[in-house]
């Protein structure tokens, strides 16, 4: 808490995920600004894509993405707090879109090209995350960074 009795973003950010550790919850699936506001910290978002980019690199990419026409929702799925001081971080975005994959795929540059994409017909059905609306005509794709 700052020193005017606000809470940070990482607080806030902190207390929407909960115990990150309990793996009886699913993972929480928090939006681009609930992931994004606050966060200087590149070990949180594409770790090991070369060059090391800035989270805030990222926020603009995603911010654009889910301005596009056929981009109804943009989530992150937290997966991990190795730090107790850092910030929470991820290995997957996930877009709630009407595009294609391949449409999709054109959106990212190739210094932040996910590993590997992934496409479901609903979010929070096979991977054990939080369910995030997927509106008939849609799908979501998932971008996974190794």
């Known amino acids: 808490m700052r020193n005017d009795g606000r809470v940070t973003p990482r607080e806030r950010l902190l207390a929407r995920i909960g115990d990150i ?6 993972r929480p ?3 681009l600004r609930e992931f994004f506001e ?3 910290d590149p070990a949180s978002i594409g770790y090991n894509l ?7 690199e990222f926020y603009r990419l995603l911010t654009a993405i889910a301005a596009k026409p056929a981009v109804l929702d943009v989530r992150i799925e937290v997966k991990d707090l190795e730090d107790p001081d850092g910030w ?3 290995d997957s975005i996930w877009i709630v879109t009407t595009a294609s994959l391949e449409t999709a795929r054109t959106w990212f540059p190739d210094h932040l090209a996910p ?3 992934y496409e479901r017909a609903a979010i929070g059905v096979e991977e ?3 369910p995030v609306p997927v509106p008939p005509g849609a799908h979501a794709l998932c971008a996974w960074y190794d």
Request: aromatic letters at 8%.
């Open 38 to 40: 606050g966060n200087d």
């Open 29 to 31: 699936m928090v939006t």
């Open 128 to 130: 054990p995350v939080e």
């Open 88 to 90: 929470p971080s991820t």
């Open 21 to 26: 550790n309990d793996f009886d919850r699913p």
């Open 50 to 56: 070369p060059g090391e980019p800035e989270p805030a």
């Open 115 to 117: 590993d590997e994409w």
